[in-house]
């Protein structure tokens, strides 16, 4: 496994296996690697025959610089995960070689990413595209894995790809979680013993609310209802259950579409997401 932190040294590395043809998966992600990375990396593997892994936290997506600051890392601890892995690549690039001096090219994606992520954290998913954008340009995959988890972030991506023209397919990954149900996310280290055991009612409660579905309840407004009190000692920022391809809210089911339910909450200070597929 290589690592370069350079961009003309990874595209020097990376030019032969492009004219060789080899196709290329590309996962990018902040660091702190736990297993619901480790599942794109797999899946990458699998569809593949080189994997390279950025690891950037990346400063314009982020609208609070103390959240910034409280980002946890473990460079050495990824590299290591990594290799076990067999990930060909790494790319550690510094804010300043992405980000240039006089920096001034944005990309938005405008109506995904104006909601729930969108509306609570001003900027986000502008940094994130403008990210994303920057590192396909500099490793120029075949495919790019992004997970489930962030379900808003993967539908944008989705979008950016297609009306940029992008020649890159987006491959979605399952959420992954722990064994009690709690998503995967690297905030997760910042939660106390308390905190945690309140984050499970996140989980809980999608579990519920699709349990409902099974069992007949069709009334969106209602399985919000039961979602929302069954998280009423949170400080929840939003409960929504959207059509899949638009992310809007949903006035009844449709079974030609999927439907899923996003969720976000602080839990003493961590913003913790989740959602669930109901159909
Ligand atoms: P991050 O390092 O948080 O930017 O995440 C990098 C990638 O890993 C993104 O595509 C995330 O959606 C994905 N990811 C993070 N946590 C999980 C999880 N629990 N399950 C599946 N994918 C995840």
């Known amino acids: ?21 080899q196709r290329i998966a590309f996962v990018p992600t902040m660091g702190f690697l736990h297993e ?51 990930v060909d690549l790494v790319y550690t690039p510094t804010k300043e070689s992405l980000y240039g001096k006089t920096f001034s090219t944005w990309v938005e994606v405008k109506g995904l990413s104006e909601n729930f992520e969108g509306a609570d954290r001003a900027g986000h998913f502008r940094g994130v595209t403008t990210v994303v954008s920057i590192l396909f340009q500099i490793v120029r995959p075949d495919v790019a894995i992004f997970g ?10 989705e979008q950016m790809v297609a009306d940029l023209h992008m020649p890159i397919e987006i491959m979605r990954a399952p959420l992954v979680r ?47 209802a039961h979602i ?33 339910v996003l969720l976000a909450a602080d839990v003493d200070g961590v913003r913790l997401l989740d959602n669930m597929p109901l159909t």
């Not at 350079?6 to 043809?21: C, F, I, M, T, Y």
């Not at 489930?148 to 991506?157: A, N, P, S």
């Open 1 to 21: 496994m290589i690592v370069f932190e350079d961009e003309q040294a990874l595209r020097a590395h990376v030019s032969p296996w492009k004219n060789e043809g």
């Open 36 to 86: 619901g990375h480790l599942s794109l990396l797999r899946l990458a593997k699998e569809n593949s025959d080189k994997v390279i892994c950025s690891i950037f936290v990346n400063p314009t997506q982020f609208n609070q610089q103390s959240d910034l600051n409280a980002y946890p890392q473990d460079r050495e601890g990824d590299l290591r995960l990594l290799k076990e892995i067999g």
């Open 148 to 157: 489930e988890k962030d379900f808003q972030q993967l539908r944008i991506i």
């Open 178 to 224: 722990e064994e009690d149900g709690l998503a995967l996310s690297s905030r997760n280290v910042r939660l106390s013993t308390t905190a945690r055991s309140k984050a499970l009612l996140l989980s809980q409660s999608l579990h519920s609310a699709r349990k409902l579905y099974q069992d007949g309840e069709r009334d969106p407004k209602k399985l919000k």
């Open 228 to 260: 929302t009190n069954d998280l009423k000692d949170l400080r929840v920022r939003y409960v929504s259950i959207v059509d899949e391809r638009t992310l809007q809210d949903v006035a009844h089911f449709d079974n030609a579409k999927h439907q899923r």
